[in-house]
Nanobody, 126 residues
Framework: QLPLVESGGGLVQAGDSLRLSCAAP?????????WGWFRQPPGKEREFVAG????????IYADFVGGRFTISRDNAKNTVYLQMHLMKPEDTAIYYC??????????????????WGQGTQVSVSS
């Protein structure tokens, strides 16, 4: 399975915004599938951040997002985005995107997703 490719990570200050992108291989379309973003903070387990379904109105978020992040998708580009605002130091993590090749409904557990990216580092300084 060709991996997804994340981009857009970097070092920002608390309160700043950042947009992550995740592109799928051109040979594999995910327009009918759900996507998700997960993250793994230093020394912690990987956790769910956000998910979007084949119906773009179907979005779910982790409680800690608190309205600060928005997940979106562009099927024409086979790409999903995670727009993050009002970032906090506790948002520091490696962020991973994932796609569920079997369902168009987003889930909160990593086992639902079978295509993954390599991860992109996001660091937020105080």
């Amino acid at each position: 399975q060709l991996p997804l490719v994340e981009s857009g990570g970097g070092l920002v200050q608390a309160g700043d915004s950042l947009r992550l992108s995740c592109a799928a291989p051109s040979r594999r379309a995910f327009s009918s599938n759900a996507w998700g973003w997960f993250r793994q903070p230093p020394g912690k387990e990987r956790e769910f951040v956000a998910g979007i379904g084949s119906d773009v109105a179907m979005t779910i978020y982790a409680d800690f997002v608190g309205g600060r992040f928005t997940i979106s998708r562009d099927n024409a580009k086979n790409t999903v985005y995670l727009q993050m605002h009002l970032m906090k130091p506790e948002d520091t993590a490696i962020y991973y995107c994932a796609a569920d090749s079997l369902s168009g409904v987003p889930g909160r557990t990593s086992s639902r997703y079978d295509f993954w990216g390599q991860g992109t580092q996001v660091s937020v300084s105080s």
